[in-house]
């Protein structure tokens, strides 16, 4: 649930999109779901040259499980709040596991 919470955060914001076939989209992020499924609008593709047929494309649904990577602008990302936010989830899973 850490990622979902976090993509939420960067709706509207461009990202990159690498997919596990090496195909790389940019656009900006307008919605993720639980299965980090990514919708994506103004589109372009990082190799046009590789993938031409893209060009006309300009929204996408990303299904979560073809996702490589998800590149970020470092100025939309908070790390303290991340880091924060990581430590407090380990600590709630070590809680679980030690109560029982």
Do not use: C, W
Request: charged share 25%; glycine share 4%.
């Amino acid at each position: 649930m850490l990622f979902f919470s976090f993509f939420k955060t960067l709706i509207d914001e461009q990202v990159i999109v690498e997919l596990k076939n090496d195909m790389s989209i940019r656009g900006t992020l307008k919605s993720v779901d639980q299965f980090l499924n990514i919708k994506l609008d103004n589109i372009s593709v990082v190799d046009e040259v590789k993938y031409p047929h893209l060009s006309a494309v300009k929204n996408v649904f990303i299904r979560g499980s073809v996702v490589r990577y998800v590149h970020l602008p470092a100025a939309v990302v908070d790390t303290t709040l991340l880091e924060d936010a990581t430590r407090k989830e380990a600590a709630s899973q070590a809680s679980k596991i030690g109560g029982r």
